[in-house]
């Protein structure tokens, strides 16, 4: 498996990935050379860089800024028209039904009168 392709969802996987970035800190921080974790790690001086810049990248990725709450979900503006039509179609109905119901109360025989 390439190393763009790994996740370490294996436990193998995982703990290398924990040994690459624990080499990456130690030269950070000046405790080894560059020189020293590649070869520690095996690769060429060019590769632990390649390693170090992608895993310095991903992690201003994943310390930026996020926005709060879910995000949010596409309009779409035929489902919004529709939406505004029902909720018209809705208020015209219980209109009418009131409206039905005045009506059959109005024509009720008046019990009162017999």
């Known amino acids: 498996m390439s190393d763009q392709t790994a996740h370490p969802s294996d436990p193998s996987e995982h703990a290398l990935a924990r040994q690459r970035a624990h080499l990456i800190m130690q030269v950070r921080s000046g405790r080894i050379t560059a020189e020293a974790a590649a070869r520690s790690l095996g690769i060429s001086r060019k590769t632990y860089y390649k390693w170090e810049r992608r895993a310095l990248a991903a992690m201003v990725a994943a310390l930026g800024n996020r ?43 008046d019990k009162k009168n017999r």
């Open 67 to 109: 926005d709060q709450g879910r995000p949010l979900q596409p309009r779409d503006p035929e489902k919004a028209a529709l939406r505004r039509q029902l909720t018209e179609v809705q208020a015209k109905l219980t209109v009418l039904e009131q409206t039905e119901r005045l009506r059959q109360l109005l024509s009720a025989p």
